[in-house]
């Protein structure tokens, strides 16, 4: 009954075309364009869809004004959504697919996250204020784009220095403010440079700053945020092909993270990429290496009271610290020649990364526990690929209607780590646990084959049907194989409980398929897909032994000391998630324009009867935009339905019942284009300041809160705010 009404609902979602945003406007400072005729659609879908060399559909949500956290233009993708970790700290999930098992890079370039709870996602190091274009990967991504990743991809392109249109140098760039009340917070972003026809120079730099979030049960204790980011950016074309770079230093300071164990202290983050682009004979060849270099301190009583939890103290707080690096060093290849009416590509990828992180206590010098020590993972992998019409490679037996893909890749991955270790004044258990770790063979090697093929058909102009089938692999994050000591480090998952690896891991493997229709008229589009992904050796957290709660083994009796007397360990079970989701706008007349869209997820574990864990529940979006030559007036309506399907395996006895109820937000936002160079917005998200708890928000880590430690967060209540945007 429960997929009946959703099929109900999206069918609905089809006839009314009610896919939007729930914000109010674009963060790219341009004009706004003039009324067309009442035949044209308005300009103004929040998703545009758009074709490229692979047969990957890419979807551009906006990013609008009020947004901090890049992460939540997720939000706005069919069959997306942001895990909200923190102000700062949002992970990606598309299709029930979260985190690391998606490939989310900033113009192109990877980024390891600082420490082993993700409190920095890649994202984090994207700014909203700084990115002019959020993509991301409809459907399953092409083996040219996606490595070492069962999910989607998203690429955040940042604002940079843009060639001039002849030899003359000119000045340009632009400046963005921005207030909100919700959290009294605000924004500066800056961007200018210097350039001709040949040569580019620029800067950028921004700041984001906010105090605690209110809602409607009251203020959220450690929910405050502190972020900035300087950079520097060139570029020179000329007979030699192309050769751009970028620097940048990203400092963020004391940041909660109230549904974590501990908050962010700093994270001290440099990043770098250079890379060329040229054609020989006919050849389209590139070449990139980046590279990243992350410092980060987390500390449990620096935005909270430090908690007591464990039992060797008595009735005493318990302050703890995690200090932690992580670099990583990456290089991309690329070489790309017409083939056969279609484009052939080959390819390697390189990644190289490092991560230590250890726990310490501020009052006692001599704990220590190196949880994560010298940890390796470097990634070696190639690819080849073929994309385009399929007349010529079927000597005319299919017209050129049908276009289609085939990919395949390898990756090698080679996985190691040092021995760990404890403090010798630390309990036994923990000595035994160490001890059997550094005697444990650590170097671990996987081979992995992903296989990507699609195929579509158009139908005239306004119709297309797409397949598209692959298998596609991941090996373990660095968390999952080595984690020996039973801590809350477990990539942002936000479920209380204390989490070991297991060294023998395999790699995931997902077997997907997608099914998709568009209709591309001239007032009405729309673009429904269902999927089905099998995922077997699903790696996932289970009970650690067949007798969880009873305490009989060294692992249950360190986790208990760390507050949790009933940990869970990674391990392969089976998996399956299916669903559908639909974009549709449509141009009700010159000056009003109707977009909407819905998506369901199911995730499901069929090893036993369960559920996977923190699934997005499904949802309707709907937004009504008027605009002309200077105005555009937006109302928007969220539904977000109540989620049941919990999953029982990772149910903690520290939080609450982790089901959520349906709730409906409204947003309203006006921006006018007060001249050429200058717009300003105001808008009121959360209107009616309804109270409502996101499935996807963890729950309270932080004491003297509105709501108890255990509780589910609760979202942000009304929140107005201002932007004003100039442009030289």
Not at 96 to 114: E, F, P
Not at 351 to 360: K, R, S, T
Not at 611 to 616: D, T
Request: proline share 5%.
């Amino acid at each position: 009954m429960v997929i009946k009404g959703y099929a109900r609902l999206v069918a609905g979602a089809v006839i009314t075309g009610c896919w939007v945003t729930t914000q109010a406007a674009p963060v790219a400072p341009a004009p706004a364009t003039p009324a067309t005729t009442a035949s044209e659609p308005i300009d103004l879908a929040p998703v545009a869809v758009r074709a490229r060399a692979s047969e990957a559909e890419i979807v551009s949500p906006l990013v609008f004004p009020d947004l901090v956290d890049t992460a939540e233009v997720m939000d706005n993708v069919p069959g997306g959504a942001a895990l909200d970790n923190g102000g700062l700290a949002g992970q990606v999930q598309f299709r029930g697919l979260t985190g690391y098992r998606n490939q989310v890079t900033i113009d192109g370039m990877g980024i390891a996250s600082g420490g082993p709870n993700w409190m920095d996602p890649p994202l984090h190091y994207a700014p909203a204020t700084l990115v002019d274009n959020v993509s991301v990967t409809r459907g399953i991504p092409s083996v040219t784009d996606s490595v070492d990743a069962i999910g989607t991809t998203v690429n955040a392109t940042t604002r940079r220095s843009e060639y001039a249109l002849d030899s003359d140098y000119a000045v340009h760039g632009g400046a963005q403010s921005r207030i909100e009340s919700v959290n009294n917070g605000y924004g500066l972003a800056g961007q200018a440079s210097v350039a001709n026809e040949n040569n580019r120079l620029g800067v950028t730099a921004a700041t984001d700053q906010a105090s605690n979030l209110r809602t409607p049960y009251g203020v959220l204790n450690a929910t405050s945020y502190d972020r900035k980011q300087y950079g520097i950016d060139a570029g020179h074309r000329g007979r030699f092909g192309e050769t751009s770079a970028f620097v940048r230093a990203q400092r963020t300071g004391d940041s909660g993270n109230a549904d974590l164990p501990l908050d962010t202290d700093f994270f001290h983050t440099w990043m770098g990429q250079l890379e060329h682009e040229i054609e020989i004979a006919d050849w389209q060849l590139s070449g990139q290496v980046s590279g990243s270099h992350v410092e980060h301190r987390m500390a449990n009583d620096l935005l909270r009271p430090a908690p007591d939890f464990s039992p060797l103290n008595g009735a005493t707080a318990d302050p703890r610290f995690i200090r932690a690096r992580s670099q990583q060093y990456a290089t991309e290849l690329r070489a790309a020649h017409d083939l056969a009416g279609g484009r052939a590509t080959l390819g390697f990828d390189g990644q190289f990364a490092q991560h230590d992180a250890f726990v310490g206590n501020p009052d006692n010098a001599a704990f220590r526990v190196n949880n994560f020590d010298a940890i390796r993972r470097n990634t070696y992998s190639g690819f080849a690929q073929w994309a385009g019409a399929l007349d010529r490679l079927t000597n005319n037996v299919l017209s050129d209607a049908w276009r289609g893909e085939l990919g395949l890749r390898y990756t090698h991955i080679d996985m190691s780590a040092g021995p760990g270790g404890v403090a010798p004044g630390l309990p036994a258990p923990a000595q035994r646990l160490a001890a059997g770790f550094a005697a444990t063979d650590r170097d671990q090697g996987d081979d992995n084959i992903d296989i990507v093929g699609k195929l579509s058909r158009a139908f005239g102009e306004r119709w297309q049907a797409s397949l598209g089938l692959a298998r596609k692999t991941r090996s373990p994050y660095y968390i999952e194989r080595y984690a020996f000591i039973p801590l809350e480090a477990s990539a942002g998952a936000a479920d209380g409980n204390n989490v070991i690896g297991d060294t023998g891991l395999d790699p995931e493997v997902a077997y997907m398929a997608d099914l998709g229709l568009s209709f591309t008229g001239t007032r009405l589009s729309v673009s429904p897909q269902v999927y089905y992904h099998r995922i077997n050796d699903y790696i996932d957290a289970v009970d650690f032994d067949d007798t969880p709660g009873v305490v009989d083994s060294d692992v249950e009796r360190v986790s208990r000391v760390n507050g949790d007397a009933t940990p869970l360990q990674y391990a392969n079970v089976q998996a399956e998630i299916y669903g559908a989701d639909i974009a549709a706008a449509y141009a009700l007349t010159e000056h009003w324009q109707l977009d909407g869209g819905a998506g369901y997820t199911r995730g499901k574990r069929v090893d036993v009867n369960d559920n996977l864990y923190r699934i997005a529940p499904g949802h309707v979006r709907a937004q009504l935009t008027w605009a002309n030559t200077d105005w555009q007036l937006r109302l928007a309506e969220r539904y977000v339905f109540a989620q049941n399907d919990t999953a029982d395996y990772r149910t903690d006895a520290s939080v609450a019942d982790p089901a959520t109820g349906g709730y409906a937000l409204t947003d309203v936002g006006a921006r006018y284009q007060a001249s050429e160079a200058v717009w300003v917005e105001v808008g009121v998200d959360n209107l009616l300041n309804r109270g409502y708890r996101d499935f996807l928000a963890g729950f309270n880590r932080a004491g003297n809160s509105a709501v108890p430690v255990g509780a589910r967060l609760p979202g942000a209540g009304r929140n107005a705010y201002a932007t004003l945007n100039w442009s030289f």
